[in-house]
């Protein structure tokens, strides 16, 4: 079945240091993977995707996200973290047997916490 | 602005008694979805469409309808709310299947008793 995975909770990060937010997948086939962002009492906003190609993308924000296929990871990365960073983060893939549905299966979320 | 909207943002509301959530977007979109967002599961879909007068069922379809007479609108309709349809609710629409990313209205949060 396919599925993502976000490991951490919540991660923990001092303002100005470089921060990670995990993501793992399993998916067949070519995945189309996503980030998004939720701050509170907000929908959510799309951070940046890999459909193909260069395998580090970079999206808004200043944060970039490095595709791995050999470790069917996603990981998200910012050299440097604001306070204004503190969010809710979800990986996300498309389905790529979701035919019509255009059905994307996420993370289960990781709070971002950056300490001034 | 590109926007995804819906109304109402809260709703607190009892067992049984029909309610609806509107969505609008803007933005000439084919595709239309409806998340649940519960903690510890993530965002879960409920139904989606590809277009006007065409809607299927998502992972979590149970007690819930939908229909898409326009474009632009895509309501959730429950006809006999439950406890457990207590969550937060996200419609969200793209303009092609899978490439581009979906855009999100800012969610409306039902609590049932």
């Known amino acids: 079945a396919q599925s993502v995975a976000q490991p951490e909770d919540q991660v923990n990060v001092a303002e100005g240091n470089p921060l990670t937010v995990k993501c793992t997948y399993s998916?067949?086939?070519?995945?189309?993977l996503f980030w998004y962002v939720q701050y509170p009492n907000r929908g959510l906003q799309f951070l940046l995707k890999y459909i193909t190609g260069d395998n580090l993308v970079k999206g808004s924000y200043g944060f970039e996200a490095e595709f791995n296929k050999s470790q069917t990871s996603f990981h998200l990365k910012k050299p440097s973290a604001l306070v204004s960073d503190s969010a809710l983060y979800f990986c996300a893939v498309r389905d790529p047997y979701g035919g019509a549905t255009n059905k994307l299966i996420f993370g289960t979320g990781t709070l971002l916490a950056v300490q001034p | 602005e590109a926007q995804v909207t819906q109304n109402p943002r809260y709703l607190i509301t009892v067992t049984g008694k029909k309610l609806t959530v509107t969505c609008s977007q803007n933005m000439n979109h084919e595709y239309m979805s409806w998340y649940r967002q519960d903690p510890g599961l993530g965002l879960r879909q409920i139904y989606y469409?590809?277009?006007?007068?065409?809607?299927d069922k998502g992972d979590v379809p149970e007690g819930y309808k939908v229909s898409r007479k326009e474009k632009r609108n895509f309501p959730l309709i429950l006809e006999s709310p439950s406890p457990n349809q207590t969550s937060l609710y996200f419609c969200a629409s793209s303009s092609s299947r899978g490439l581009n990313e979906q855009y999100f209205g800012p969610g409306t949060r039902l609590t049932v008793t």
């Open positions: 469409s590809m277009n006007v007068e065409v809607t």
């Open positions: 998916v067949s086939g070519n995945p189309y």
